[in-house]
Structures are given as structure tokens and as C-alpha cells.
């Protein structure tokens, strides 16, 4: 059984915005590859963002979309593809192709850099740095395996040790779960409470412009248009109790926006630009 490491330090004080790489350090990485949340890792992100989606064969991996066409060499729906048709894809080269037209041929130079990954395998990564790194699940919905999504979560996520009673109520959980469906979040909340909820938000609507959320929810998740277009909920959200992620924030405007307003967390493809104008750097 795989367990995660003690924490070793812990991130920035209470006044200090978290910076959560999206997908990794996805400006620089092909998205939700190991080498992109190495490079996350290594400039100082506080927390991963991952999308997660079961496979037919019941394995969570991080993709984003839900076919592999956009990301991969191949063409499916994650939910109708077993692990080891994933396995046989490369999902990194685009990035490459995309960044110089005459780069040559990647597929199996870096393996970091081009095979789908497992959640499991994000979450070793995690277990195994060298200093607290937290985790930001997100669940995709709909898809054909709707519950099963979140029962096979729980399940790994409690291998690794994180559905466990906190030892101090003053240290956030390392792992906490997202998602655009309040379904999805009810359902996790009923089999693992100690794990904390993200309610995420294209647009606000009424049922949540005073700041209230889903039951049992504790963190809006707005994206940047919802703060860019109605600056005044970040304050509301934190007077109902919620801290508030926002999500995805790459331009400079948007960081002084956030900061500004005093947000909790910026999801950002660019952790280490994000940190230095921050000042965290």
C-alpha cells in the first residue's frame, strides 16, 4: 500500500495568494504529463490541478477533453478506451509540433513527456516531493460512468491516505476534489467528508451571487470572467465562509486583479511567471 510522505513545510501564510499549476506547467509542458507537473514542482507551485476520467477498464487519467483527438496521436473517448489503448498513444508530441512547425519527430524521446498519466502515478509524484504539494482534483461530468467516477476517487484517494481524519484541523488537506457538477461533489462529500469540495463556475448565477454554495461545499471555483465581470463576489463568497479559487488566471491584468481582490488561489498554465509577480518567486 502507497501512502503519502509527512508534510515537510508548508505553504505560504494565510495572506499569501496559492498557485496551483493547471494541468501542470502547461505553457511549457504538453498538459497533464508527468513532465509538465515535474516543471510545476520545480517552480515552486503550490498546488497540481488535474482533470480526471475513467477509463472502460476503471483506471483514472488525467485528460482533459472527453475524446483523446486534441491531446493524442489517436481518436476515442477516454470512457471507451482501456488503459493500454491510452498506453499506445502519444499524448505530448502536439505540443512540440505547436511550439516549432520543423521540430522532429518526439514520439519516444521523452516518455515524461508523451504517455498518459495515471492519476495514481500523479499522486506518487506527489507523495514523493520534497515539500508539501497539494492536489486539486477535478472530476468530468457527464460521462458514462457517472458515480463510478467518484467511487474509484475515494477509493485511491484513501489509499494514499487522504480520506483520514485530520491530526491538525489547523493544516488544510492536501488533496481536495473539483467540479462543474454539484452532483459529483454531493457524492464525494457522502463517502469522503474529510475531503475538501470545489464548486466550480463558468458563469454566476443567481442561486449563487450572494456567495452561497452547494451543501457541504466550501470553496468557490469562479473562472477569471466571473471576477473580471462582477469584482464584488470574492467578498461575498468570503463573508458566506468560502475561500475562493480562481481559475485560469495567465495574464498579468488578471493576477493584479485577483490580488486585488484577495482571492485564495489562482489556477494558472504559468506557475512560475504567476509566483514571480507575486512575489513569491
Known amino acids: 500500500m502507497t501512502s503519502a510522505r509527512p508534510v515537510q513545510d508548508a505553504r505560504p501564510g494565510p495572506s499569501a495568494i496559492s498557485v496551483v499549476a493547471h494541468r501542470g506547467a502547461s505553457e511549457d509542458a504538453p498538459e497533464h504529463t508527468l513532465a509538465a507537473y515535474r516543471k510545476a514542482i520545480e517552480d515552486g507551485a503550490d498546488a497540481l490541478e488535474c482533470d480526471v476520467r475513467l ?46 512547425h520543423e521540430a522532429p519527430d518526439r514520439q519516444h524521446e521523452d516518455p515524461e513527456r508523451t504517455s498518459v498519466l495515471t492519476l495514481e502515478r500523479l499522486l506518487e509524484l506527489v507523495a514523493d516531493a520534497d515539500r508539501r504539494v497539494e492536489l486539486a482534483i477535478e472530476t468530468k461530468h457527464p460521462t458514462r460512468w457517472a458515480g463510478q467516477v467518484e467511487e474509484r476517487l475515494v477509493e ?15 493544516v488544510p488537506p492536501p488533496v481536495r476534489v473539483m467540479s462543474f457538477s454539484a452532483r459529483s461533489l454531493h457524492r464525494l462529500r457522502a463517502a469522503a467528508p474529510e475531503i475538501p469540495a470545489v464548486y466550480l463556475m463558468q458563469f454566476l448565477t443567481p442561486r449563487y451571487r450572494d456567495g452561497r454554495l452547494p451543501p457541504g461545499v466550501g470553496i468557490a471555483g469562479p473562472g477569471i470572467r466571473i471576477l473580471r465581470a462582477h469584482p464584488d463576489y470574492v467578498a461575498r463568497a468570503h463573508r458566506a ?34 509566483r514571480n509577480q507575486l512575489g513569491l518567486g
Do not use: Y
Not at 477533453?65 to 476515442?76: E, K, P
Not at 485511491?156 to 491530526?167: E, V, Y
Open 156 to 170: 485511491l484517494l484513501g489509499r494514499f491516505g487522504h480520506t483520514d481524519p485530520a491530526k491538525d484541523a489547523s
Open 241 to 274: 465562509g468560502h475561500q475562493v479559487h480562481v481559475w485560469t488566471v495567465n495574464e498579468a491584468a488578471d493576477v493584479e486583479l485577483c490580488r486585488d481582490l484577495s482571492v485564495d488561489a489562482v489556477i494558472t498554465n504559468r506557475p512560475k511567471q504567476v
Open 55 to 100: 477509463t472502460a477498464d476503471g483506471h483514472l487519467v488525467c485528460v482533459h477533453d472527453r475524446r483523446v483527438n486534441r491531446t493524442s496521436n489517436g481518436r476515442g473517448a477516454v470512457s471507451a478506451l482501456e488503459l493500454a489503448d491510452l498506453a499506445t498513444l502519444d499524448f505530448g508530441s502536439w505540443k512540440a509540433d505547436a511550439d516549432d
